[in-house]
């Protein structure tokens, strides 16, 4: 499975961006994919996620601002952020695994190295 991510850039306060992940390979309707965020300096942690059942995860941080969607036709995922703050300011990566959605509250970085699949980071920058 491959993951290619995009959609990050600078916006002001308050601003909307939205991401994608396309996704391609085999089982790709077995996958949960969802995207994480490092900060500079800080730990990377879990914002959304999207299951092949179609449960959706959210970090606190983001509920209310951001949407997490699946177009499976597509095979691609994005994750539409509104009232975007100084504090989402991050590189987004986007991530797949069978059981991405249960792990991605308690996400840190050393699970990255037993995921099925991960992308590119791309830069989302909030500043005024």
């Known amino acids: 499975v491959q993951l290619q991510a995009s959609g990050g850039g600078l916006v002001h306060p308050g601003g909307s961006l939205r991401l994608s992940c396309a996704a391609s390979?085999?089982?790709?309707?077995?996958?949960?994919i969802g995207w994480v965020r490092q900060a500079p300096g800080k730990e990377r942690e879990g914002v959304s996620c999207f299951s092949n059942l179609g449960n959706k995860y959210y970090a606190d941080a983001v509920k209310g601002r951001f949407t997490i969607s699946r177009d499976n036709a597509k095979n691609t995922v994005y994750l539409e952020m509104n009232g975007l703050k100084p504090d989402d300011t991050a590189v987004y990566y986007c991530?797949?695994?069978?059981?991405?959605?249960?792990?991605?509250?308690?996400?840190?970085?050393?699970?990255?190295?037993?995921?099925?699949?991960w992308g590119r980071g791309t830069l989302v920058t909030v500043s005024s």
């Open positions: 991530l797949a695994d069978r059981g991405l959605c249960e792990i991605m509250p308690h996400y840190y970085s050393d699970l990255d190295k037993y995921l099925e699949a």
């Open positions: 390979g085999s089982n790709l309707d077995t996958l949960h």
